[in-house]
């Protein structure tokens, strides 16, 4: 089993900025891709920041330019650092992280987050 935690959300005024954090646990795995989502009341949830185990980044056109994801693979840690947020980036934020695990037999893993509420005010 590979865990999931995130840290960092709160509430933050509309210009401001804030870190996430989230970190994957357990042991005999290998990361593939580390992601954000993030889910605001009554939308579905959002794919907003990836990053690959050969380091490339991509993001959703709502956050290019504001966010930047990046990775410490000794850490097995995912941050996402948020500039300049509006209202509506308001949501509760998820990391996912996808990989292998196991030793003698690798299985694929697909774990998330319980989520970080983030809350920007106008």
């Known amino acids: 089993q590979v865990q999931v935690a995130e840290s960092g959300g709160g509430l933050v005024q509309a210009g401001g900025s804030l870190r996430l954090s989230c970190t994957a646990s357990?042991?005999?795995?290998?990361?593939?891709?580390m992601a954000w989502y993030r889910q605001a009341p009554g939308e579905q949830r959002e794919l907003i920041a990836r990053t690959l185990s050969d380091g490339s980044r991509n993001y959703a056109e709502s956050v290019k330019g504001r966010f930047t994801i990046s990775r410490n693979n000794t850490r097995n840690t995912v941050y996402l650092q948020m500039t300049s947020l509006k209202p509506e980036d308001t949501a509760v934020y998820y990391c996912n992280v996808v990989g292998r695990r196991g030793v003698l037999s690798r299985v694929d893993f697909d774990s998330w987050g319980q989520g970080t509420q983030v809350t920007v005010s106008s």
């Open positions: 357990g042991s005999a795995f290998s990361i593939n891709a």
